[in-house]
């Protein structure tokens, strides 16, 4: 059984219900085939470093995969005919990263730092 980290992007003008409607039907593909998912983490809407498929923003979902390929390949291909899906990248890893990942902890030290300077988040919105 293989260990797999894996984000895909869905497009921007798409609603939060939309992209965990995509999340749970790969998660679907994911158990039919003998896979599990380990971790989901949602990073949210973020602005692209270029243009993909007429998009300058899309929705990160990040997941932690534990099973065979074959069912990562399958949720793959349906990744790809899915219009959308913007783009999407699988790792095969060693074992899984503890805690949650640096995108996450990237936005709770920026939140911690805020708190510690005296500023709440509705001061800076």
Known sequence: MGLYEHTFLVRQDATQAQVDALLEQFTGVLVAGGAKV??????????????????????????HIAGPHSA?????RQMSINEDVIRCLTIAVEKFEEGPSAMMRRRDDRDRRREEEGFSMDEVI
């Open 72 to 76: 990562v390949a399958e949720m793959e």
């Open 38 to 63: 380990e971790r989901v983490e949602s990073w949210g809407i973020k602005s692209l470093t270029f243009r993909m498929k007429k998009n300058r923003k899309a929705f990160f979902t990040f997941m």
